[in-house]
């Protein structure tokens, strides 16, 4: 490798045992399959576990860790435009992440990201965490939007992962589901895993990991209603999943079910989902402290187009 090469290496995580490297890959970094299938036609940029180049089909095994070497020209980051920053201090700082980033860099990733944004909005981040992931205790994909709190020293990382781990942190979400939910206050509790024909997809598994979810309807519309959620756990796509799962697929979210038809009325090109309220415990004051983000545009006007059809 050349001194102009980077070099990443990425852990899988025990859920993705078992999963083709590309769909594994999709999933932990946060972009399309196809992206994926991309990078690994990409002469420039090799992917190995100990030391043996992988296969986009072949199956992760417990304990991988993918080394991925970068050329040059591949190793630029993307000039990510600053983010709303609702706090920070010399600890945690928390933004408004928008549609479209990622959470921090990863291989095949040239969109912006919330580090790279928090970096060229000046903010010193503490180099904690695993490489490339400075002080992201938490994410959100790609296509949700909302809020994040990212950790500034060694401190704050270790205390809020633990808080994120004990299911400490309040995180609240305001999201459309398709239909009317009936009853309009419930709880989703079913066990999360992979899909069993398609890797890229998760569903409600009777093998899988406990997932609970709390919703509360806010508004009803003719075809869909705006909910609260809470999590009390925290998979991946879980509120997807359960809510595909229970016949109320989120509006625009394509992957989990949604009716295609009503995605392009309302012009959502992603997901209605939006993390609306975060609250944990102040990694140096252990006080309770609450944020809360609006809706951005799209969802303003996907919601301001309802209300217009209901008055016509």
């Not at 999709?26 to 992988?54: K, M, P, Y």
Request: with cysteine; net charge negative.
């Amino acid at each position: 490798m050349s001194t102009a090469d980077s070099l990443h290496e990425i852990s899988m995580p025990e859920e993705a045992v078992g999963m083709r490297f590309d769909s594994a890959l999709a999933q932990e970094l946060g972009i399309s399959r196809s992206a994926v299938e991309d990078i690994f036609e990409n002469s420039d940029c090799t992917w190995a576990v100990d030391g043996a180049v992988v296969k986009k089909s072949d199956r992760v095994k417990a304990g991988d860790k993918i080394t991925v070497v970068l050329r040059a020209k591949d190793s630029q980051p993307f000039q990510s435009a600053p983010l709303p920053l609702l706090f920070e201090d010399s600890e945690i700082v928390v933004v408004e992440k928008a549609v479209g980033y990622a959470a921090h860099p990863s291989p095949g990733w040239s969109g912006p990201t919330v580090i790279d944004a928090l970096k060229q909005s000046g903010v010193q981040i503490a180099q904690v965490g695993s490489e490339e992931r400075e002080g992201i205790v938490h994410r959100l994909d790609v296509g949700t939007s909302g809020l994040m709190v990212v950790a500034k020293s060694e401190r704050a990382y270790s205390l809020l992962k633990d808080q994120f781990r004990s299911r400490e942190v309040k995180k609240i979400y305001h999201a459309l589901a398709q239909g009317h939910l009936d009853p309009a206050v419930g709880t989703i509790d079913a066990p999360i895993d992979r899909h069993p024909k398609e890797d890229h997809r998760f569903a409600v598994v009777a093998s899988g990991k406990p997932s609970v979810t709390h919703y509360e309807a806010i508004e009803f519309f003719p075809a869909v209603t705006l909910a609260r959620i809470e999590l009390e756990t925290g998979r991946t796509h879980q509120i997807r999943v359960h809510f595909n799962a229970i016949k109320h697929p989120l509006v625009g979210d394509l992957v989990y079910g949604a009716d295609p038809r009503l995605a392009e009325r309302l012009a959502m090109k992603r997901p209605w989902l939006h993390a609306m309220e975060l609250e944990f415990r102040h990694p140096a004051s252990g006080e309770r402290v609450h944020f809360s983000a609006p809706y951005p545009p799209d969802l303003q006007e996907s919601l301001a187009s309802l209300r217009r059809s209901i008055g016509d």
